[in-house]
């Protein structure tokens, strides 16, 4: 039963790769609280099964967290792409507002009064 749902598990990480490399966030989200049920229902079955991990389920183990690192890796570089974008965009819009309107971006000047 461990060891369908660590495959289970090893699955929805490699759909998981996938959907980032093509980008689909709501996707990855979706698999992602998929995976966190899967890995509660491993927990609740050893609360209740103290048996030790076979090889092939460390195996499927070890699968998983090396793929759910580069998984990481790889959400966190679309993160930061998609951040400089936001960026970029915000810039471009505020130059775009400038020029569109240069005489609505007044500054405050101060005046000196000369008193004779």
Known sequence: ?????????????????QSIMQSE?????????EKQRVMDE????????????SDEEKAILASIQEL?????K?????????????RKMRQFK????YYTNPYSQT?????FIDKK
Not at 68 to 72: A, L, M, T
Not at 94 to 97: A, E, N
Not at 107 to 111: M, R, T, V
């Open 1 to 17: 039963m461990r060891r369908e749902l660590l495959e289970k598990l090893l699955e929805l990480t490699k759909r998981q790769e």
């Open 42 to 53: 491993i927990d609740e079955l050893n609360k209740r099964e103290h048996k030790e991990l």
């Open 25 to 33: 966030i709501d996707e990855v989200i979706n698999l992602l609280e």
């Open 107 to 111: 500054q405050e000047e101060g005046l």
């Open 68 to 72: 759910d690192e580069k998984n990481r």
């Open 94 to 97: 505020q130059r775009d507002d």
């Open 74 to 86: 790889q959400f966190n570089l679309e993160l930061e792409n998609t951040k400089e974008e936001l």
